[in-house]
Nanobody, 121 residues
Framework: QVQLVESGGGLVQPGGSLRLSCAAS????????MGWYRQAPGKERGLVAT???????NYADSVKGRFTISRDNAKNTVYLQMNSLKPEDTAVYYC???????????????WGQGTQVTVSS
């Protein structure tokens, strides 16, 4: 019923920048919180940043001052601007969203399929 599709990943040198996008589509009435998470090889998936529909944000300490999360509610899209990238930022990045469907009053959590970000010289 709902799909989240990430884009924008790739290979970048240390100190470089990337912008990730995640577009949600389907039977969407509204999306409350949207977020970005990442999973490096051999590690658990962890929070990168979240943003509410009103624009309140939360960041992991490791990315504060370097990453910026934003969203376009009209497009059901969330973005992650990543600057000053470090090798330790290498991971698969996933987006998610708390979605209220047009067909049901409850919220459901949906995840994207992930996009690889590799920071290496």
């Amino acid at each position: 019923q709902v799909q989240l599709v990430e884009s924008g990943g790739g290979l970048v040198q240390p100190g470089g920048s990337l912008r990730l996008s995640c577009a949600a589509s389907g039977s969407i009435f509204s999306i409350n919180r949207m977020g970005w998470y990442r999973q490096a090889p051999g590690k658990e998936r962890g929070l990168v940043a979240t943003i509410t529909s009103g624009g309140s944000t939360n960041y992991a300490d490791s990315v504060k001052g370097r990453f910026t999360i934003s969203r376009d509610n009209a497009k059901n899209t969330v973005y992650l601007q990543m600057n000053s990238l470090k090798p330790e930022d290498t991971a698969v990045y996933y987006c998610n969203g708390n979605v209220q469907l047009t067909t049901a009053p409850n919220e459901y959590l949906y995840w994207g399929q992930g996009t690889q970000v590799t920071v290496s010289s």
